[in-house]
């Protein structure tokens, strides 16, 4: 796993970028606010001819679902899609804002002698947990997104367990 939730990755395809933009939009839908039906397209977002901004549908909650954006570049050979994976910027706000509070209040306690050693371990511990479960729902969702993106570009069919 890595320590910051971004990843970049290129998927490369034989096909042309018309043939790309045509199974980008089978398997994305427009943004709805609410949604009510199960039966949907994989992912949400807008496609535009040279670029695209989508995210995973899913039915839980999961604040650090990944921001996928990406490029397309026409090549001799085929196509590269460029991909960009990221947590959505007021996650990243909130929990910037949520330890400079956490910390601001706790080291100096710490420091001061104000709580007993074994409660300042564990106050001073609690935001590296906290990190540690963010980075994994983010890594599980973008390690599934990656998948399911590289087949949807290359036109393969997806794994029963992928969810496409």
Known sequence: ???FPYHTFTIFTPDTLPVVLQRMNEKVE????????????PYQGTISEDSFQISR???YRNSFL??????????????????????????LAFLGF???FWYSATVPMA?????PSEMAVIFL????????????????????????L????QGQTPNAGDGV
């Open 150 to 153: 590289t087949a949807i570009v």
């Open 66 to 91: 990944p921001v996928i954006r990406g490029r397309f570049e026409t090549q001799q050979n085929g196509t590269a899609v460029q991909v960009q994976m990221s947590l959505h910027p007021i996650v």
């Open 125 to 148: 511990g609690m935001p590296i947990v906290m990190i540690f479960v963010s980075l994994c729902a983010f890594w599980v969702e973008a390690n599934r997104s990656c998948r399911e």
């Open 98 to 100: 949520w330890f400079f």
């Open 111 to 115: 420091l001061a002698g104000a709580m």
């Open 57 to 59: 549908i899913i039915h």
């Open 30 to 41: 427009a943004p709805q606010v609410f949604r009510f039906s199960r039966v949907h397209a």
């Open 1 to 3: 796993m890595k320590i």
